[in-house]
């Protein structure tokens, strides 16, 4: 079985915990050892938005605050490949040809940005999408997709399930409103729906609930399914 994991930046360093980082290594190691072929794609977090707004007030453009950005999903790529053990690609793949080759030669494949204008989601359902990923999992800091930003009103209601078509739906109002926050970017779920790929969001701050969603199906995010893709349990039976 192929899996992505999209690894937010503030899900696996919202500060510097050794810790923290080792348990989402161990489930990652633990998956593998289960017969996961497994990509992760690592966020920036808290730290790429500080340097981004310094950058930003001392004027560099979009495309260098991007490239800012980029570096630091980068660093916190190496963090993770630091608590991953051999049988790791010891440094970030930086585009999805190294990527894809070094997941072929059975190596646990870590990596950031690839390039400006977009973010770690996307970068995550395009390796998902290069590799034919069977799942792909986004371990957010929110526990699924709601139809609007539950940050922002009380009455939001969160999907069991959904269609790669209806995450396109609901993102796009998301992504048109300043202030709401969209639990993956337009792009990444345009890339979902153009794929087909079978998708998971989900609260990844404890990294089990990556782990049981990835190998039982169980999980209380949201499971974006491709019409006519089989039920959860399917993930298990393929290990
Ligand atoms: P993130 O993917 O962490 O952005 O990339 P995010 O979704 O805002 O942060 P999380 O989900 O809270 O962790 C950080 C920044 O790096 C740049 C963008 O500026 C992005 O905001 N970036 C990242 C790129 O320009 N290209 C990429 O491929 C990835």
Not at 16 to 32: C, F, G, K, T, Y
Not at 150 to 174: C, H, Q
Not at 179 to 199: C, T
Request: aromatic fraction near 4%; glycine fraction near 10%; charged fraction near 25%.
């Amino acid at each position: 079985m192929r899996v992505v994991i999209s690894l937010g930046g503030s899900v696996l360093a919202p500060e510097l915990d050794p810790d923290r980082v080792a348990a989402h290594a161990d489930v990652i190691e633990s998956l593998a050892a289960e017969g996961c072929e497994l990509g992760v794609v690592v966020g920036g977090g808290g730290v790429a938005r500080e340097y981004i707004g310094a950058a930003r007030n001392l004027g560099a453009n979009e495309v260098q605050l991007d490239q800012i950005g980029i570096d630091v999903t980068r660093i916190n790529a190496r963090l993770l490949i630091s608590a991953l053990g051999p049988g790791t690609r010891p440094t970030p793949a930086t585009d999805y040809d190294e990527a894809g080759e070094s997941l072929r030669r059975g190596d646990v494949t870590v990596m950031g940005g690839v390039m400006p204008g977009q973010t770690t989601d996307a970068v995550a359902a395009a390796f998902a999408e290069y590799i034919g990923a069977d799942l792909l999992v986004y371990a957010t800091g929110a526990d699924g997709v709601y139809d609007s930003d539950p940050a922002m009103n009380d009455d939001a209601r969160k999907f069991e399930s959904m269609s790669p078509a209806e995450l396109v739906d609901v993102i796009v109002p998301m992504s048109r409103d300043a202030g709401a926050s969209a639990p993956v970017d337009l792009l990444a779920a345009k890339l979902i729906e153009r794929s087909a790929m079978r998708s998971v969001v989900l609260d990844g701050n404890d990294p089990r609930r990556i782990k049981s969603a990835v190998l039982d199906g169980d999980h209380t995010g949201t499971d974006i399914i491709p019409d006519g893709s089989d039920e959860p349990t399917y993930w298990a039976q393929t290990v």
